[in-house]
């Protein structure tokens, strides 16, 4: 297992120690310190327990897909590749196919019903589930629901993840590791596209933000 | 439906976004308040917390809960510089009604209202949706903004930065923007997900 001591947000959003919003961000350093120990509660736990790590960076995975972060989506394509190399080909095959648009879906409240929208529904085919397992099978299924709309969520998919093998602690574990990937990933898209839109002149780091302006625009 | 799965068939639920007071009941099988462990416990941050199903339901992980929640405070109460409380809680209330959350935009609607006194404005963003004309173009401007980073693919780009700096935020005002709006892509799903909003008793008897 690596313990990557970097500051992920940081890393993901191409900020170095010195720029400008490195500075604007320890304003908020209790913040910055806890979205790090999220990262490391969820996805590097000292004691993984019955939610393997293997499991955990293949949501991650294909959470950053789903968003299109093409920078998210290497890292944490290298973390599972590391773990699990048998498992990376299958799930980034499974993000590609589930692609879609969000938020979206039915409202409950009557008097929401006008808002309600349609999108894409995914859950694994057959041969992608046997190749992913009951169990990541059925996490990726509650993934994307969560992604794209969670305002159709109903305790019949959490009784989904009971029978395919998921535990009361580890349902709570794989809702905050999908619900914090929405926060991480937006936090560190918000930064990059502040940089890479930042005056060079007024930043004081003029050619840290160039090259993130130049990272954006190429690789997203 | 089993014993850690509970679905409530009979249950007073809301008709619409509001500002008014909402209970939430749990889906998943929180920790008895009797059988919480001290690292917990420790992990609820504020005590009261021991009696809100919500909070003993993350508490099934508890390094999660405590880092979910001390991100939470920071970004929502550190008044140090940055943009001012009522902008924060209108990025949480324009996500929540983005994403469709209605007991989160029902928690933090009515914040916005006691921060900034607009409560009629707050409550055009829950009846008429997040295009509405809020009265000025700063609330405008966290509003759109919020909802652009809501979106997934994520599409908030530099139109979203050059609108929020043409408000007259600056890059530490913008950073709280994003992060409220970003941490209720966060809270929403869990509150979505793991249980749903309940009018009280007291007024569901009443309608």
């Known amino acids: ?136 099978a059925a996490a990726l299924t509650h993934t994307h629901l969560l992604v794209f709309r969670p305002r159709e969520a109903r305790p019949e998919a959490l009784q989904a993840l009971v029978d395919a093998g998921w535990n009361a602690d580890d349902i709570v574990s794989l809702s905050q590791l999908i619900a914090f990937l929405s926060f991480q990933l937006r936090v560190a898209w918000g930064l990059r596209v502040l940089a890479a839109a930042s005056d060079p002149a007024a930043s004081g780091a003029a050619s840290a933000v160039a090259a993130v302006s130049a990272a954006v625009s190429e690789g997203v | 439906m089993t014993e850690i799965v509970t679905d409530y068939p009979e249950l007073a639920r809301p008709e619409a976004f509001t500002q008014e007071g909402l209970g939430w009941v749990p889906w998943l099988l929180p920790v008895a308040e009797d059988e919480l462990t001290d690292a917990q416990r420790d992990a609820l941050i504020e005590p009261a917390r021991a009696k809100m199903p919500y909070f003993r339901l993350l508490a099934r992980d508890p390094e999660a809960l405590r880092a979910r929640t001390l991100t939470d405070l920071d970004i929502f109460y550190n008044v140090s510089g940055g943009i001012g409380r009522a902008e924060r809680e209108l990025a949480a209330a324009a996500t929540s009604r983005h994403n469709g959350c209605v007991f989160c935009a029902s928690v933090h609607a009515a914040a916005a209202t006691r921060e900034s006194g607009r409560e009629a404005d707050v409550q055009r963003l829950l009846d008429e949706g997040v295009e509405a004309d809020l009265g000025d173009e700063t609330w405008n401007a966290v509003v759109a903004a919020s909802v652009a980073l809501a979106d997934t693919p994520l599409d908030f780009g530099p139109d979203d930065i050059v609108r929020l700096r043409g408000a007259g935020l600056d890059d530490a005002e913008i950073v709280d923007v994003i992060g409220g709006a970003a941490f209720f892509n966060w809270a929403n799903r869990l509150m979505l997900s793991l249980g749903e909003p309940e009018v009280p008793a007291r007024r569901a008897s009443v309608r």
């Open chain 1, 1 to 136: 297992m690596s313990t990557p001591t970097a500051d992920i947000i940081d890393l993901l959003a191409g900020i170095a120690p010195g720029d400008a919003l490195a500075a604007v961000r320890d304003q908020r350093a209790q913040a910055r310190e806890n979205a790090q120990r999220s990262f490391e509660a969820l996805l590097e736990p000292a004691e993984p327990g019955t939610f393997p790590l293997a499991e955990r960076y293949a949501v991650a995975v294909f959470v950053s897909k789903l968003h299109g972060f093409a920078e998210a989506f290497a890292f944490y394509g290298d973390l599972l590749g590391d773990e699990a190399a048998e498992l990376a080909p299958i799930v980034e095959d499974a993000s590609t196919a589930a692609a879609a648009a969000g938020p979206f879906g039915v409202y409950r409240e009557p008097r929401l019903a006008d808002e309600s929208t349609d999108g894409v529904r995914w859950a694994p085919d057959a041969v992608t589930g046997d190749a992913l397992g009951g169990r990541l």
